[in-house]
């Protein structure tokens, strides 16, 4: 059974960061790409950074480029995303995702993917 789960999630003022981690059993993430993706209130989910599965090509989100990261430790089978200079428009769900053609999908503007995480809050307020 494939498990993605999400942990750093929190409240953080603006121009605070914090790191997510996104532990996955059950799958080898070396062989997929990966992806973070979030949902805010009353929109629709939407890709914040994804990257293939050699970690050659990554993609950010016009929104979030210069203040997150995205990363993997293969040996930990672990993804994260480090966000800085967080703002309040970055409050929202933070979704990890593992999958064949996530990459592809993400730097095309969709938003699809084999596994999922259950995801983490991330509330960014004064």
């Known amino acids: 059974q494939v498990q993605l789960v999400e942990s750093g999630g929190g409240k953080v003022q603006p121009g605070g960061s914090l790191r997510l981690s996104c532990a996955a059993s059950?799958?080898?993430?070396?062989?997929?790409?990966i992806g973070w993706f979030r949902q805010a209130p009353g929109k629709e989910r939407e890709g914040v950074s994804c990257?293939?599965?050699?970690?050659?090509?990554?993609y950010y989100a016009d929104s979030v480029k210069g203040r997150f990261t995205i990363s993997r430790d293969n040996a930990k089978n672990t993804v994260y995303l480090q966000m800085n200079s967080l703002k309040p428009e970055d409050t929202a769900v933070y979704y990890c995702?593992?999958?064949?053609?996530?990459?592809?999908?993400?730097?095309?503007?969709?938003?699809?993917?084999?596994?999922w995480g259950q995801g983490t809050q991330v509330t960014v307020s004064s």
């Open positions: 995702a593992a999958g064949k053609l996530t990459y592809i999908l993400c730097d095309a503007g969709l938003v699809d993917s084999d596994y």
């Open positions: 059950g799958v080898e993430l070396d062989f997929y790409a």
């Open positions: 990257m293939s599965s050699s970690g050659g090509s990554t």
